[in-house]
């Protein structure tokens, strides 16, 4: 999958520490090496990287969350009529996350995959390699679901991707 091998691509750049003590930090660069790895070209041209957009009630079928980041044709572009078109990756990032902290962003990416049709959700461990939290996932959207934990020691990024596939977990 295209998506995942340039996140995956763009976090193996971020090779400052400081990064990896925040999720704001770490998401700051993300966007910026996104952006650099072109990941937009895969989408219409109208296509936004956004952090932290606010989703409020009326526009977004009840939702009120503010993603961590997001991949989308906001509809304040005219270009689409309703806010579940034009949604492409949902992100998600924890600091060593654990099971609790994982499970509350699970929840969100699936009323973001019910309510907005998101068809990819990536949860992003910082510091989380080589565990993975995949396996608390309970909702029904495990084809969309995707995990990246991650770890920087030295010069060198690990990444574990972690997702479902025909009801198993597998890990790379």
């Given at each position: 999958m295209k998506e995942?091998?340039?996140?995956?691509?763009?976090?193996?750049?971020?090779?400052?520490?400081?990064?990896?003590?925040?999720?704001?930090?770490f998401v700051?660069?993300?966007?910026?090496?996104?952006?650099?790895?072109?990941?937009?070209s895969l989408f219409p041209e109208q296509t936004l990287i956004e952090t932290e957009v606010q989703k409020s009630e009326k526009k977004h079928f009840g939702l009120t969350q503010r993603p961590d980041m997001v991949v989308h044709i906001p509809i304040e572009e005219g270009v689409t009529q309703h806010a579940y078109e034009g949604n492409f990756i949902a992100y998600a990032f924890k600091v060593?996350?654990?099971?609790?902290?994982?499970?509350?962003?699970?929840?969100?990416?699936?009323?973001?995959?019910?309510?907005?049709?998101?068809?990819?959700?990536?949860?992003?461990?910082?510091?989380?390699?080589?565990?993975?939290?995949?396996?608390?996932?309970?909702?029904?959207?495990?084809?969309?679901?995707?995990?990246?934990?991650?770890?920087?020691?030295?010069?060198?990024?690990?990444?574990?991707?972690s997702y479902f596939e025909n009801g198993v977990i597998h890990h790379e």
């Open positions: 995942i091998d340039i996140t995956i691509a763009a976090i193996k750049h971020i090779k400052r520490l400081r990064y990896y003590d925040s999720e704001r930090a700051t660069e993300l966007y910026r090496h996104l952006h650099e790895a072109n990941l937009l060593e996350a654990n099971e609790a902290k994982a499970q509350e962003d699970f929840a969100k990416f699936d009323e973001m995959f019910n309510k907005l049709r998101y068809p990819l959700g990536i949860f992003i461990n910082i510091g989380g390699y080589p565990d993975s939290l995949l396996h608390h996932y309970r909702g029904n959207y495990r084809d969309r679901i995707h995990e990246l934990s991650i770890r920087f020691i030295g010069n060198k990024v690990d990444v574990q991707h």
